[in-house]
Nanobody
């Protein structure tokens, strides 16, 4: 069974940090582009960061310089390091996977999705 399981979310103060993890099973993530999406209550789901099978990354402007996506293929896990968190970063964060190169931020291009982990940035 293919699964993506996110963890690491929680409540953090503005300026704080969190590291999200996405543990995959049932497939080998090294062959996939892995992405993080997020969805705030009043907004549509948006792509945040992606890393392709060669290690190239894409990141949205609003988090550039603060967030870093990485992968550990040996652990079949992808990470999102989030620093200097802002209240606007508050959202449910989802891990998604699609085989091959990065397809952009179209959600329908991703084969597998995790259940999400909540990130709340508040003082």
């Amino acid at each position: 069974e293919v699964q993506l399981v996110e963890s690491g979310g929680g409540l953090v103060q503005p300026g704080g940090s969190l590291r999200l993890s996405c543990a995959a099973s049932g497939f080998t993530t090294s062959n996939y582009t892995m992405s993080w999406f997020r969805q705030a209550p009043a907004k549509a789901r948006e792509g945040v960061a992606a890393i392709n099978p060669t290690g190239s990354t894409a990141i949205i402007v609003s988090v550039e310089g603060r967030f870093t996506i990485s992968r550990d293929n040996a652990k079949n896990t992808v990470y999102l390091q989030m620093n200097s968190l802002k209240p606007d970063d508050t959202a449910m964060y989802y891990c998604a996977a699609t085989r091959g190169p990065w397809p952009g931020w179209r959600t329908d291009r991703y084969n597998y999705w995790g259940q999400g982990t909540q990130v709340t940035v508040s003082s």
